[in-house]
C-alpha cells in the first residue's frame, strides 16, 4: 500500500513540475541577449560614440543611436568563426548571424529576433526575443546602460565619422508599438 502511494505521489508530482516548465530559452536568442546588452556596458560604450553625440544619454536615445549607421557600424559582428573566436577570448559575445535585431516592434516574423526598446521612465533598455514563425516572445530581459566618457581614440573617430556625414542618429517612429513583454512565470 506505501509503495502504491510513493509511487503515485512520485507520478503526480512529476507531472505537476513538468507542467509548470516554460518552453525553454533558445540558445541563439540568449546569446544575442548577451550580445546586445553587452553594448551598453562601460568597455563598450567607451569606445562608442553614444555619449559623445548624447553627453545625458537615456535609453530611448540609445535605440536610436544604436538603429543608426553610426551605432550599427559597434555591433559586435563576427564576419568568420575565426573572428568570432578573437572577440570572445578577448571577452565579447559576438551576434548570432541567425539573430535579427529591431528596434522598437517586431519586423522579421519569419527569423529570429529581438525587438530592443527603451524605457527612460525605467532607465532601462528592454528586450524581447522570438523564434521564427512565433508570435510569442521567448524570453525577456532588460539592462541598464552603464555611465562612461569615450576614451580619446573615440572621441576622435567620431568626430571624424561625423564630419564625413555619418548619421548619428535614426528618426523614433512614433506610430511603432511596443512589442510585448511576457508575465513572469507564476
Known amino acids: 500500500m506505501i509503495t502504491k502511494r510513493c509511487h503515485m505521489a512520485l507520478l503526480l508530482g512529476t507531472v505537476m513540475v513538468l507542467g509548470g516548465c516554460s518552453a525553454s530559452q533558445d540558445a541563439e536568442l540568449a546569446e544575442a541577449v548577451k550580445a546586445a546588452s ?3 556596458k562601460a ?3 567607451q569606445r562608442s560614440c553614444f555619449y559623445i553625440i548624447h553627453p545625458n544619454g537615456q535609453p530611448s536615445d540609445f ?3 544604436l538603429f543608426s549607421d553610426l551605432g550599427a557600424a559597434e555591433w ?3 564576419l568568420d568563426p575565426i573572428e568570432a573566436e578573437g572577440m570572445k577570448a578577448a571577452g565579447i559575445t559576438p551576434l548570432p548571424e541567425t539573430v535579427r535585431l529591431s528596434p522598437g516592434q517586431r519586423q522579421y516574423l519569419t527569423q529570429k529576433e529581438l525587438v530592443l526598446t527603451g524605457d527612460d521612465a525605467k532607465g532601462a533598455i528592454e528586450i524581447v526575443g522570438y523564434l521564427a514563425n512565433e508570435t510569442q516572445p521567448n524570453l525577456a530581459a532588460t539592462f541598464t546602460l552603464a555611465t562612461t566618457t569615450p576614451d580619446e581614440f ?3 573617430l567620431c568626430q571624424s565619422a ?3 556625414g555619418i548619421e548619428p542618429g535614426i528618426r523614433p517612429e512614433t ?3 511596443v512589442a510585448p513583454v511576457p508575465a513572469p512565470a507564476p
Open 38 to 40: 553587452g553594448m551598453g
Open 43 to 45: 568597455r563598450h560604450l
Open 63 to 65: 535605440i536610436g543611436y
Open 76 to 78: 559586435p559582428i563576427a
Open 154 to 156: 573615440a572621441q576622435q
Open 162 to 164: 561625423l564630419e564625413s
Open 175 to 177: 506610430d511603432l508599438d
